[in-house]
């Protein structure tokens, strides 16, 4: 997969690159969920939202499940405040990341897929999984007018292929 290819429509900008340090983040109870949030800065999010900055942030993926992101991530420290309560595994590397951006972005993703992504409640800080052109995804809206779109990195060329498509229809 090339980084940093883009595709580029009146409606919506699409860019390709891998996905970077990821790590699920694995709670087996709440014990850690003090020093975790103490160590983060921020608490970790609900279902369907995300939280923290550009530079570390912390996305729900499942009821005890948390993806990690971005250039912040101090593995050390997370690996300490979790002692026995967690794991914390990385799958970056088997991830790439597709963003979406401009006006077209979510009739976009809808010209495929089987999610409602016009609801006004699904904006800045939300995430969701759902299928995308028959391809497993997670969305991750982090903007009005953008969304990051985590795909398996095996299924990231016919879902690029796909979003162009539709991005061509937006």
Known sequence: MPKGRATVTDAVTITLAPAGPVHALELWDGAALAPLSALLGFALPPAGR???????????????????????????????????????????????????????????LMADGLFDAEDPAFGPGSTAATLIAHVGVRLIVTAADACEVLVAASYAPHLHHALERSAKMA
């Open 50 to 108: 995300t939280a923290g900055t550009a530079a570390l942030r912390a996305i729900r993926a499942e009821p005890a499940v948390w993806l990690l992101d971005g250039p912040a991530l101090d593995l050390a420290a997370i690996t300490a405040a979790l002692g026995d309560n967690g794991a914390l595994t990385p799958v970056g590397g088997g991830l790439v990341r597709i963003g979406l951006a401009g006006p077209g972005w979510r009739a976009a």
